[in-house]
């Protein structure tokens, strides 16, 4: 069974989230499968923004907490990278590098 070793770095949390797309047989799903799945945890988390935000939602709705959205949100995030053998840590130091020089107005 995959555990998370406490106070993990960024690739700990890929390589769980890899352990456990096996264990679960979720590894067989499609880059595409995991974008819409992405796609669609996004549309959660915004509706779980409206509802923190007080804003009219539909009150029949199943909706779960901002963080628990946002915890998917990641979730799905890394089973992406993942698949595209992407170190995110190093993906987002290297961007960062490039926003650093950006022009912000």
């Known amino acids: ?3 998370l070793k ?3 770095t960024l690739i700990d ?3 769980y989230i890899h352990e456990i797309e096996v264990e679960r047989n979720f590894i067989k799903q499609t880059v595409m499968d995991k974008c819409l ?3 669609e945890e996004v549309g959660e988390l915004f509706k779980a923004v409206r509802k923190e935000q007080k804003l009219n939602i539909d009150v029949k709705s199943k909706m779960r907490t901002v963080d628990e959205e946002c915890a998917d949100v990641l979730i799905f995030l890394l089973s992406i ?3 595209y053998d ?3 840590e190093k993906a987002f130091r290297d961007k960062e ?3 650093k020089n950006r022009k912000w107005s």
């Open 86 to 88: 992407i170190d995110l």
């Open 6 to 8: 406490k106070k993990p």
């Open 1 to 3: 069974m995959a555990t």
């Open 97 to 99: 590098e490039i926003n």
């Open 81 to 83: 990278a993942n698949r």
């Open 13 to 15: 949390f890929q390589k």
């Open 37 to 39: 799945m992405l796609g």
